[in-house]
């Protein structure tokens, strides 16, 4: 399975941008998706995931409100919607899927918890300027 990140490009601070994530084989209702992010000298961290769980829908506190993860109308492809991005968004992002072999757990655990993700793009670099 390979999945391919992109989008990402240099914004000012206040502006938008689109990632899309395209997954080879399979489609969003065989496995949850994430994105997730690294900011230089930081830890990796959940921005969005997406699942057919209870709580299907998880958004890091810093994003509510100005992100949104969507399918595409290609059943294989996942979007986050960015927008008044700020400096601090700054980082590498990155989108991964986990097949969960018949246990939907919820957006949270997949964003924040254990889960391990199965398999990750190679990111796309969101630049934003202040």
């Known amino acids: 399975v390979q999945l391919q990140a992109s989008g990402g490009g240099l914004v000012q601070a206040g502006g938008s941008l689109r990632l899309s994530c395209v997954v080879s084989?399979?489609?969003?209702?065989?496995?949850?998706i994430g994105w997730f992010r690294q900011a230089p000298g930081k830890a990796r961290e959940g921005v969005s995931c997406?699942?057919?769980?209870?709580?299907?829908?998880y958004y890091v506190d810093s994003v509510k409100g100005r992100f949104t993860i969507s399918n595409g109308n290609a059943k294989n492809t996942v979007y986050l919607q960015m927008n008044n991005l700020k400096p601090e968004d700054t980082a590498v992002y990155y989108c991964?899927?986990?097949?969960?072999?018949?246990?939907?757990?919820?957006?949270?655990?997949?964003?924040?918890?254990?889960?391990?993700?199965?398999?990750w793009g190679k990111g796309t670099l969101v630049t934003v300027s202040s």
């Open positions: 084989e399979f489609t969003v209702d065989d496995y949850a």
């Open positions: 991964a899927v986990k097949f969960p072999k018949g246990v939907w757990n919820s957006g949270n655990y997949y964003c924040t918890g254990t889960a391990g993700m199965d398999y």
């Open positions: 997406a699942s057919r769980g209870v709580g299907r829908t």
